[in-house]
């Protein structure tokens, strides 16, 4: 008897040890919470990520929240995505790297799909944190990388993966319908989040990442979202972006997302953690729908500052209050800055893009990043729209179109709008950057635009073998039912014709893209015509 009492003592202790380790680890370990949003432009909310730029337009989307951990940290006016589409942005804030660098540089590249790897060989968010013997719990909420999210690391997930398209508009995971009154999921993974930091703030050290589907299209608000910022538009003059139906949709989705934020907000400071809790705040890429559509160039999808810049505010221990930073920044960045901020002692993984940002979240603008790559590499070898790849180095911006070779050049500090081509006036930056940004390519094995290509063909080959194959069996399986044999032979040759035509109109080598913005009329020329 003595022994199993003696047992249950020491198990006894052992258990108060544990929990005494566990609240310690509470006490001193930061939390963190990442709120990212889909699609969301640098202008689309009523924050000005840089306030030397007034933009009165900005005040009809209402986010107050938004506004509130503005005030309680700091905005960065110059933060870039990892790229302009989500796949891509979404493995590279993960893991630290540049998509090129991973082999993932736009949704869907046949490509990257051939040469398709496993994530769970590199080291993401949650195994930095979970690395540090420090009782990380971890959870990703929402949208998430394209791939199922537990093989990244999270120890509690709502992986939705290959459902709703990515959009978060139809069905929950559990199959039921998503209601009218919780558009894109915004509050139903708002509560899910309440409850994760309700279980965990105070007795273990968290990350969460909150990953809205919001604001991704399609546009959708409810009807009394609509209704008020169609009344507040009532009066403005014809031709006004904000008239536009589209447009207040679009404000009525973004005030849904800020309440979001509030509520987040607020489960911090009823937890008591706010304090100890580095808030994040940002867009997986540039956004598509503004009523400033002249303040950047460009949209999600191509490489003009409209697609890659995003809003991005910090609050959190040691960071200034209403402060701004203007140092350049880039989600890969996040990675060494976690492990920085938790005092990591494993060392970093290796080839990393991104450097710690600990420096310019507690100094800001006195602060500096020290990265192995500081130039920011952007590359999107489209087969099916503009083939760009673009490099960010110092306050220059240059931009090539892969299928002409033709290159553009921006000063940054001068010329936000980039409406003010550098490249003949300053060709020895120009080829500077062009020069750096082929060294970096070469260096990391960056995909070809030819290579792109051939996969594309390749895989539409495949699929319309498949096709093929499929209705040979039904059609086979039908009898003599000539009805049914005469509706499968007219859906096989839709379905392959649709496949003939997308391969002649956007991948056909004789009619190439020679743009750099995207697919208006007129986008493509004869590849004669272009050389």
């Known amino acids: 008897m003595r022994s199993i009492k003696n047992i249950g003592l020491l198990a006894a202790a052992s258990l108060l040890c544990t929990f005494a380790n566990q609240n310690a680890f509470a006490e001193e370990a930061p939390n963190f919470v990442l709120i990212y949003i889909d699609d969301l432009g640098w202008d689309n909310t009523s924050v000005l990520m840089d306030r030397s730029i007034s933009n009165e337009l900005q005040s009809f989307y209402e986010t107050p929240n938004i506004e509130k951990l503005a005030a309680r940290g700091m905005r960065f006016s110059n933060a870039y995505a990892p790229a302009s589409v989500c796949t891509p942005a979404r493995k590279s804030i993960q893991i630290g790297k540049s ?132 009344e507040k538009a009532a009066g403005l003059p014809k031709g006004d972006a904000r008239t536009s139906v589209k447009q207040q949709e679009m404000a009525a989705m973004i005030e849904s997302m800020d309440i979001s934020v509030g509520r987040v907000l607020d489960a911090l400071d009823k937890a008591g953690v706010r304090d100890k809790t580095y808030i994040i705040f940002t867009s997986d890429n540039g956004g598509w729908v503004s009523v400033t559509p002249d303040l950047l160039r460009g949209k999600k999808g191509n490489l003009f500052e409209g697609g890659l810049r995003v809003p991005m505010i910090v609050a959190g221990p040691n960071i200034p209050e209403n402060s701004q930073c203007d140092v350049m920044l880039n989600h890969w960045d996040f990675l060494p800055t976690f492990h920085d901020l938790v005092g990591a002692t494993k060392p970093l993984p290796e080839n990393l893009d991104g450097g710690s940002l600990r420096s310019i979240f507690e100094q800001g603008n006195e602060g500096q990043v020290i990265r192995p790559e500081e130039a920011f590499i952007f590359h999107m070898p489209y087969a099916r729209m503009p083939p760009v790849t673009a490099i960010r180095s110092g306050k220059y911006k240059l931009i090539r179109q892969l299928n002409t070779g033709e290159e553009i050049l921006f000063d940054m500090d001068k010329d936000l709008s980039e409406k003010n081509n550098l490249a003949k006036l300053m060709p020895e930056v120009a080829a500077r950057l062009s020069k750096e940004l082929d060294a970096y390519l070469e260096k990391v094995g960056g995909e070809k635009i030819d290579d792109v290509f051939d996969a594309q063909y390749k895989n539409i080959a495949s699929q319309m073998e498949l096709i093929k194959a499929k209705h040979e069996k039904l059609i086979q399986q039908s009898g003599d039912d000539q009805t049914k044999i005469s509706t499968l032979t007219k859906k096989r040759d839709k379905d392959l014709k649709r496949l003939q035509d997308f391969k002649l109109q956007k991948i056909d080598p004789a009619r190439i893209c020679t743009n750099f913005d995207g697919n208006p009329k007129g986008d493509y020329r004869k590849k004669s015509e272009a050389e």
Not at 137 to 160: R, W
Not at 163 to 185: A, C, E, R, S
């Open 99 to 230: 998509p090129v660098r991973l082999g993932y540089t736009y949704n869907g590249n046949p490509l990257n799909i051939s040469k398709r790897k496993s994530w769970a060989n590199e080291t993401s968010l949650a195994d930095v944190l979970k690395g540090t013997n420090k009782n990380y719990i971890t959870a990703l909420f929402g949208k998430g990388i394209h791939e199922p999210v537990s093989s990244f690391g999270y120890d509690v997930v709502d992986d939705q993966h290959g459902t709703n398209d990515n959009q978060g508009n139809f069905f929950y995971n559990n199959g039921d319908t998503v209601g009218p009154d919780d558009l894109k999921q915004v509050f139903s993974l708002t509560e899910k989040s309440e409850k994760f930091i309700e279980k965990y703030a105070g007795k273990q050290p968290f990350f969460l990442m909150l990953s809205h589907y919001t604001v991704h299209g399609p546009i959708t608000s409810t009807a009394a979202g609509l209704k008020k910022y169609q």
